[in-house]
């Protein structure tokens, strides 16, 4: 069994993101988060930065085989992941998290998991978008929350006030916009309809599905669908 400090990482300037949720069979599973550090890289040398853990008392915090993790997929010596939320909604798993792009730019995603399959090869992540009304980027994302819009809200964004919609609240950063991770006193909240992020994972998911079977990255073949939103307050 793998060892319970590979859980979390508890150090400031890395994080850690759960969701207490159901897994395969309807069984409670902690879905866990991590950013890359030392501590967090596994006997075998695999940082894996989402794990499905057993609650089960015999094998209590572990991720017991790779069907329940997910591998980073560039070296350990690029690796830049800086989750902001966890959530569920309809049988996944959801995260918010600043990442690499490729070896140079930063971008902000969400990505989710299924929570019925045997494995979490069903992998899926789509890009998060958030400007300012005079064109600013803010490139990372600092916290989120997903929940009804609320009556006030809704009425300035045309909503139902019990529509589900992702609240998320993103820095500019030093440099260039997505060069960068170090945050400015520039921040702005931006709101998405959660009727908008699954229409965005259903594109995703279609795109994968014309990736062969043959390709060694199926698991985390993605169409990086943006989201705009339809409000931003800047700070």
Known sequence: MESVPN??????????????????????????????????????????????RSLETASFLAATDDDNSIFSGFPISVVHLKYAAAFDLGGFTYFVVSQKEDFDSLVSKISRV???????????????QCSGSDGSVYSLVQAAHFGPA????????GLHADEQVL?????????????????????A????????????????VRGWSLVTEDSPLLAYATMHTALSTRQQWQQ
Not at 15 to 42: C, F, H, I
Not at 150 to 157: E, K
Not at 190 to 195: A, E, K, N, Q
């Open 189 to 204: 909240l931006c709101v998405y309809r959660m009727t908008d992020i699954l229409a965005a994972f259903r594109e995703a």
């Open 150 to 157: 609320g009556p006030d809200l809704a009425a300035s964004l």
């Open 114 to 128: 299924c929570q019925g399959g045997p494995n979490l090869d069903a992998y899926t992540e789509i890009t998060l």
């Open 7 to 52: 859980v979390a990482a508890g150090f400031e300037d890395v994080s850690t993101v759960w969701m207490l949720t159901q897994g395969r069979g309807g069984k409670a599973k902690l879905y866990v988060a991590v950013t890359y550090s030392p501590e967090n890289v596994d006997s075998r040398g695999h940082f894996r930065p989402i794990t499905r």
């Open 167 to 187: 609240y998320a609240v993103f820095a500019k950063n030093q440099g260039a916009p997505g060069t960068s991770d170090v945050p400015l006193d520039h921040s």
